[in-house]
């Protein structure tokens, strides 16, 4: 989680909403792939940080599938990451801040809940979310 949180102060010395991500295999500790929101600089609204480091982790082992891999996000992904997180197979999802207003896991849709859904992760919730909702709170506050 600290290689995600690092991704997200990244992000907000960009002026990006703070969430950061990672992919692991975790049979080798090896990071395939780590990156903060990007959708005002990319402008690109799909630029989540979830969705950057899935894109980058299957090009790198070029496979569509992230079978056996586990990603680290320090917001609690939205629907549209929760489907990417399903259809790329990832075997489990650690997340930092709970996301009351957008997220689509624990809050919202509950994507991995829905018969339609058809691969759910092992979900880990709360991993280091004080400091995670902190970076969150201090970029929304300098926003104001």
Do not use: W
């Amino acid at each position: 989680m600290q290689l995600a949180l690092a991704e997200a102060e990244e992000a907000a010395r960009l002026g990006e909403v703070p969430v950061g991500a990672v992919i692991i295999d975790p049979a080798t500790g090896t990071v395939l792939a780590g990156a903060g929101n990007r959708t005002l600089t990319g402008n690109d609204p799909t630029a989540h940080a979830e969705m950057l480091v899935i894109r980058a982790a299957a090009a790198l082992i070029k496979s569509q599938r992230l079978t056996g891999l586990d990603l680290y996000v320090t917001l609690e992904p939205c629907a549209m990451c929760a489907a990417a997180i399903s259809f790329a197979r990832i075997r489990r999802l650690y997340y930092g801040a709970d996301d009351e207003k957008g997220g689509g896991v624990q809050h919202g849709p509950r994507f991995f809940t829905q018969a339609t859904c058809h691969h759910a992760p092992e979900i880990y919730g709360g991993i280091d979310a004080v400091r995670a909702q902190g970076l969150l709170r201090a970029f929304f506050a300098a926003k104001r």
